[in-house]
Nanobody, 119 residues
Framework: QVQLQESGAGLVKPSQTLSLTCTVSGGSITTNYYFWSWIRQPPGKGLEWMGAIAYSGSTYHSPSLKSRTSISSDTSKNQFTLQLSSVTPEDRAVYYC???????????WGQGTQVTVSS
């Protein structure tokens, strides 16, 4: 069974870049035809899909975050990474990584990691 684990800094200063890594075990990120996503949930709000990287390495971004997000993968480590630039306090959220069969869907989730933006 696939397992996902997020890691990265829990506190980021405004205007800096948030960087998170998702380490996948129990399955390869290059296996056809999965999408590996980043999703976040700000306090008191719903889930927001941020973007994904496909098994092929193609990347997809939410239009609202496209200018600030970068998603990449390291197949040798079976990891994929999110970078979110120019963060503000509004980017405070629990960030999840996940896997889905369809772009935008998620059937396996990481535990989530809290990120706070504060000086």
């Amino acid at each position: 069974q696939v397992q996902l684990q997020e890691s990265g800094a829990g506190l980021v200063k405004p205007s800096q870049t948030l960087s998170l890594t998702c380490t996948v075990s129990g399955g390869s990120i290059t296996t056809n035809y999965y999408f590996w996503s980043w999703i976040r949930q700000p306090p008191g709000k719903g889930l927001e899909w941020m973007g994904a990287i496909a098994y092929s390495g193609s990347t997809y971004h939410s239009p609202s975050l496209k200018s600030r997000t970068s998603i990449s993968s390291d197949t040798s480590k079976n990891q994929f990474t999110l970078q979110l630039s120019s963060v503000t306090p509004e980017d405070r959220a629990v960030y999840y990584c996940g896997r889905g069969h369809v772009l935008g869907s998620t059937d396996y989730w990481g535990q989530g990691t809290q990120v706070t933006v504060s000086s």
